[in-house]
């Protein structure tokens, strides 16, 4: 798992599921996947020990540490709750 970049929360964000991550505007948000197909608009990071996908708009980026982009080609079985 590569770390990309390092943003901060522009508001509150409480996902849906288990599958999403929670902040609190101004939490810093640490982004390792950037998702394509049928889920451009979610990216998949960590907030603390929590882990999970969010929406990308809600993060402003201060930090890249990675050149390279990470996408991946989401399908059914990467959106699952256990």
């Not at 991550?21 to 640490?30: D, Q």
């Not at 990071?45 to 080609?73: A, C, M, Q, R, W």
Request: glycine letters at 8%; proline letters at 4%; one cysteine or more.
């Amino acid at each position: 798992t590569v770390l990309m970049c390092r943003g901060k929360a522009t508001q509150d964000f409480k996902g849906p599921d288990c599958r999403f991550v929670n902040f609190k505007k101004g939490e810093a948000v640490y982004v390792y996947y950037k998702l394509i197909g049928k889920s451009t608009e979610l990216w998949a990071g960590s907030v603390g020990s929590d882990f999970g996908y969010f929406p990308k708009d809600l993060l402003e980026i201060n930090h890249n540490y990675s050149s390279e982009e990470l996408e991946l080609p989401t399908d059914e079985t990467d959106f699952v709750c256990f």
